[in-house]
């Protein structure tokens, strides 16, 4: 089955400068590869995804980038703010509909 | 309310009891999800549904019953409950149209098994 592994656990970085936050996949399968940000007492909230026939999406300071031929992909967070403090998880969709999660990142921006 | 609502958002039950824990969701999604978020564990899943009366096992399944006999709720059963269970759960929902859609989760259940 699909397994995916998420680096690092914890990231700390001073406000303003940009996080960067990896994964990959083992399931060439898969083809859709979402982005979650959880809120101490919240469930995952979607923050930015990509499909497999895309390299890239922005969103404002977040990006994703998809390399498939490596199976691995990366959320990009650029001008940290405070309010990104949060813990975020990578996810990998497979035929059988199923989200497969990454462990997660504890992302701490610094005042 | 529109959404994806779990009940209760907290619950303590002892050791060997059954206990229920209830998702609804009002968007007619196909697909919900079970999740359990231990700490180190991420988002382990436990059941999942396809449609009403489809149901299948996840990662951890074991412990733990699911029925789905209407498509707007997705009822999770501890049927004896144990200390190892003692987590927060997660119910989701995704549309069927194609595979390619966001999950949306509910706010979790606490549940401390004591």
């Known amino acids: 089955g699909e397994n995916v592994e998420q680096h690092p656990s914890t990231l700390s970085v001073q406000e303003g400068d940009s996080a960067v936050i990896k994964c990959t996949y083992s399931?060439?399968?898969?083809?859709?590869f979402p982005w979650y940000k959880q809120e101490l007492g919240k469930g995952p909230q979607l923050i930015i995804d990509?499909?497999?026939?895309?390299g890239e999406k922005k969103d404002q300071r977040i990006a994703v980038t998809l390399n498939k031929t490596a199976k691995h992909f990366s959320l990009h967070i650029t001008e940290t703010q405070p309010e990104d403090s949060a813990v975020y998880f990578c996810a990998a969709r497979n035929y059988g509909q199923n989200f497969v999660f990454g462990p997660g990142t504890r992302l701490s921006v610094l005042p | 309310d529109a959404g994806i609502t779990q009940s209760p958002r907290y619950k303590i039950t002892e050791t060997g009891r059954q206990v229920t824990l209830m998702c609804h969701q009002t968007?007619?999604?196909?697909?919900m999800f079970w999740y359990r978020q231990d700490l180190g564990h991420g988002l382990r899943l436990i059941y999942y549904?396809?449609?009403?009366?489809?149901?299948d096992k996840g990662e951890v399944p074991d412990g733990y019953v699911v029925s789905r006999s209407k498509t707007e709720n997705f009822p999770l059963t501890l049927e004896s409950a144990t200390r190892s269970q003692t987590s927060v759960y997660f119910c989701?929902?995704?549309?069927?149209?194609?595979?390619?859609?966001?999950?949306?989760f509910g706010q979790g259940t606490r549940l401390t098994v004591v």
């Open positions: 549904s396809a449609a009403a009366d489809i149901t």
């Open positions: 990509i499909r497999s026939n895309v």
């Open positions: 968007w007619s999604h196909s697909y």
């Open positions: 399931d060439s399968a898969s083809n859709y």
């Open positions: 989701a929902s995704s549309s069927g149209t194609g595979r390619t859609t966001e999950a949306f």
